[in-house]
């Protein structure tokens, strides 16, 4: 059932979400000796077999909810990064498609006469998490997402630690696997925010696509590889970040412990700002599947 919206924090460039998570993770065997396919990484040699711990993709009637099992829905609107949306519960921004996706929709309207912390709320959307139902430590998070596009829209797919609840973030800590604001279409950022270097001031790096591709164009794969002491960043199979206890100047590693996963579409907030009169509306946030990998 839907469950209040917790108050988070502000993400990277002044603003954020928090509360629950969504995640995923994906292990890619290769069989024979062909090498790997164009946009993907040669495993390593050592590496050990991992089994899936978590997967959901999203099978189901067209216009059906999410899996209760695995996903809970959020409700509110998030003054702390000032976003403009209400997240609903039910199936009106949340729904498969019938074709093996989840579809997270965010519209102009406001049914339910919602009242957000500016007034009477101008979006609806959704904010999905695994808080409570499943917790990652370790291994591949993984997902294959298409993106929205336009002016104020922020996708994200991201972790908490999952004592939130008790320690409140960033001490909680928070894993961005991969947040898009509307205006940099083809870039994505990937995150940490711990104690001391949280907000405006965490610690991460983005990918941009050659060429002038568009993230909003296609499905892309966005991935975190995650062990003690380290985390690496992924796009496609391209890795474009590794983090440790080291790039942290002495504050606190937190991410060695349990987390929980989010997949959200927020609109509007203080680092995407919000829509104007040229983006198109509704806007849907399309995740093929959320998996993670690794050993018991």
């Not at 002044?14 to 993907?40: F, K, M, N, R």
């Amino acid at each position: 059932m839907p469950v209040s919206l917790t108050p988070r924090k502000r993400r990277k460039r002044s603003t954020a979400l928090v509360t629950g998570g969504i995640a995923a993770a994906l292990c890619w065997s290769l069989l024979g000796s062909a090498g790997p396919a164009a946009g993907e990484t040669e495993p390593k040699a050592d590496a050990k077999p991992m089994e899936v711990l978590f997967e959901d993709q999203f099978d189901g009637a067209a216009g059906s909810a999410v899996d209760g099992s695995k996903w809970q829905l959020e409700t509110g609107d998030n003054v702390h990064n000032q976003e403009r949306q209400y997240y609903t519960g039910g199936t009106d921004n949340a729904a498969l498609d019938g074709n093996g996706n989840l579809v997270i929709t965010a519209r102009k309207e406001n049914p339910g006469n919602y009242q957000c912390w500016y007034g009477t709320c101008d979006y609806t959307s959704a904010r999905l998490n695994t808080s409570g139902k499943f917790s990652a430590q370790y291994g591949k998070v993984e997902a294959r997402i298409k993106v929205p596009r336009g002016q104020g829209m922020w996708p994200a797919f991201w972790m908490l630690g999952d004592r939130f609840s008790e320690i409140d973030w960033p001490y909680c800590g928070e894993i961005d696997i991969m947040e898009n604001v509307g205006f940099e279409p083809s870039t994505v950022h990937g995150t940490l925010h711990g104690p001391g270097y949280s907000g405006g001031e965490g610690i991460g790096s983005s990918y941009t696509l050659p060429d002038g591709q568009q993230f909003a164009d296609d499905f892309h794969t966005f991935a975190i590889d995650w062990a003690p002491d380290k985390i690496e960043w992924s796009v496609d199979g391209n890795v474009f970040q590794t983090r440790t206890p080291a790039d942290l100047n002495g504050k606190e590693w937190v991410y060695n412990q349990g987390f929980f996963m989010i997949l959200n579409l927020a609109v509007g907030g203080l680092w995407p700002g919000d829509p104007d009169d040229s983006t198109p509306l509704p806007q849907e946030l399309v995740v093929d599947y959320v998996r993670v990998s690794g050993s018991e």
